[in-house]
């Protein structure tokens, strides 16, 4: 177990009570694969330079400052500690502003994921509110100074303990019904949900991070052995894309491919053998009997 | 959508396949938004890319992905070779498998996106892998490509379309017990419990994105605002002259709409 330092220290109040606490990062991005920018004429790598847009001169760190667009070209600037000022003083204080029912989060304002622990000295009153929050079905809003960003906090309740989650700010997230505007509004009833609902029951499994193994660094190093022996991958063809005349069809035919037998799904397994890996689809008797002519429930 | 997507392909539930579009559900855009300029000249900086050997400017069609072989070792690969890549999670989000909402933790959650259908053609098709999603109460898990990873996804209607989340692998999501285990196994003092309960129950309120306002961007809108006046005072403009000076000037409009509806938020708060 390595050993882990908290990433920030202070105290969670709710009410007149008060606990200290630390937040610990729980998830963290792996590495990707890296590709670096070349020159195509002469291979070599690239570096970015920052130059002034008139003159252009490269401009060092020292002479870069912040504006603000205020007309076409003209600009308010502002210093880095006029920004800073901005934001409150830290208080090294998590104050809960309200408790929010877990079944009304919203949860595309999710940000990062942070451990939140109590010190020895708080532990009973941590523990107080976690089971309080448990019991109640609900999260805590918080808000406080992070990492010189004032930002808002989702607490609730994770095995022993608190997950901290940062939020994203209301105008950081776009509208659904804005993006989904254009989306026409189609009710889909009668044989067409049966079949997709019963092509889903036999698909029904469970996640599992775990087994998720990313296949695209591997894919890559295939394409750069196919160049360098000069050979091109086969070019990608689109999908045929299921027409309106024919998605009954389509359906119907997934549905029977999916019908019953546990031979026939066995095969169906073996087919992909990432969607083995990936997720495990639960072996039920139950949900693969459904007839598919079973109407929603 | 008015939006230019950030990724099209295709969604396919077993024979059923459509195409689709998708863009990020989170965007930098309604944010106060700083350039850098050169504070001796007041020019916005800009940055370029510059031959690290021969220091000269790299045009845009010059620059190209290198995979590195070795020290100073680079294969070129053009963009549509990379797109070219043998898997077809670049382009399909094919649903595996369905699971209960409930069964993946908040956790695993990554990134949001809206999928939406990206050809009339296709509506039908994705309203029926939706419609059936929400009937079931189930959501679908996939696999797909995603700024150079293979990650895999959640599939989860929404309104009239689906939000997709990258999901985290296995290894980013840090054990939790190294965190949690000085906790210990107490459990609450039930003669306390209820009393907080009392206390939660009090201020438990409904979800309203006010809840995630953010006073600091206010604030910033303010000192602007202030500036601003303070440069309309002093000097007519070192600002380049514009063609048509006396044509209406939006982002002052907007400002002053923005400072409104502060105010009006403010007041309605209190």
């Known amino acids: ?297 | 959508m008015a939006i230019r997507p950030y990724w099209k392909g295709y969604l396919k539930l077993s024979l059923v396949t459509c195409p689709v579009q998708m863009m990020p559900a989170t965007s930098e855009s309604e944010k106060v938004r700083f350039h850098t300029l050169n504070r001796e000249t007041q020019n916005r900086v800009v940055s370029r890319y510059v031959d690290s050997v021969t220091g000269k400017p790299v045009n845009e069609d010059d620059e190209v992905k290198g995979y590195q072989r070795g020290e100073g070792d680079y294969i070129i690969l053009e963009d549509d070779e990379i797109e070219n890549v043998a898997l077809e999670s670049t382009r399909t989000i094919d649903i595996s498998t369905f699971a209960p909402r409930d069964s993946i933790d908040w956790i695993w959650l990554e990134t949001p996106y809206y999928l939406a259908p990206n050809d009339p053609v296709g509506e039908e098709a994705f309203s029926v892998i939706r419609d059936a999603m929400r009937a079931k109460d189930m959501v679908g898990i996939a696999r797909l490509v995603i700024s150079r990873r293979e990650r895999p996804v959640m599939l989860e209607p929404r309104d009239k379309g689906i939000v997709l989340w990258t999901l985290r692998y296995g290894d980013e999501v840090r054990e939790e017990d190294s965190y949690f285990e000085a906790i210990g196994d107490g459990k609450a003092d039930e003669t306390i419990l209820p009393l907080v309960q009392q206390l939660i129950r009090k201020q438990t309120a409904h979800w309203t994105p006010k809840m995630v306002e953010d006073p600091v961007q206010e604030r910033l809108l303010e000192v602007i605002a202030a500036k601003k006046k303070q440069l309309k005072k002093l000097t007519p403009t070192k600002a380049k002259a514009r063609a048509t000076p006396s044509a209406p000037n939006n982002v002052v409009n907007i400002m002053d709409a923005l400072k409104r509806s502060v105010a009006a938020e403010r007041r309605a708060k209190k």
């Open chain 1, 1 to 297: 177990m390595v050993a882990t330092r908290a990433n920030w220290k202070g105290f969670l109040n709710f009410g007149e009570v008060s606990c200290p606490v630390a937040l610990y990062t729980a998830a963290s991005s792996s590495e990707r694969i890296a590709f670096n920018t070349l020159n195509r004429e002469t291979g070599n790598r690239v570096r970015r330079e920052f130059v002034d847009v008139e003159t252009g001169r490269p401009v060092g760190r020292g002479d870069q400052v912040k504006g603000y667009e205020i007309d076409d070209g003209r600009y308010v600037v502002l210093e880095t500690d006029e920004i800073a000022a901005a934001v409150p003083e830290s208080d090294k204080t998590l104050a809960i502003d309200a408790f929010v029912p877990c079944s009304e989060i919203d949860d595309v304002y999710f940000d990062k994921p942070y451990y939140l622990a109590p010190d020895r000295m708080g532990r009973d009153a941590f523990i107080l509110l976690r089971d309080g929050m448990r019991k109640e079905g609900v999260a805590a809003i918080a808000r406080t100074v992070l990492f010189r960003k004032l930002r808002t906090v989702l607490l609730r309740a994770h095995g022993k303990g608190l997950i901290a989650t940062t939020l994203n700010f209301d105008y950081e997230v776009r509208s659904s019904k804005q993006a989904f505007e254009e989306v026409s509004d189609l009710k889909i009833e009668g044989e067409m949900l049966e079949l997709a609902e019963h092509i889903i029951g036999t698909k029904r499994g469970s996640f599992d991070a775990k087994a998720f193994d990313d296949r695209y660094e591997a894919a890559v190093a295939e394409l750069v052995k196919a160049k360098l022996e000069g050979r091109s991958l086969p070019k990608k063809k689109a999908p045929p894309v299921s027409k309106q005349s024919d998605l009954l069809q389509a359906l119907r035919e997934s549905a029977g491919l999916a019908v019953g037998t546990p031979a026939r799904r066995a095969g169906n397994t073996n087919a992909g053998r990432e969607r083995a890996k990936l997720a495990k689809p639960t072996p039920s008797k139950a949900k693969s009997a459904a007839a598919p002519t079973r109407r929603a429930s």
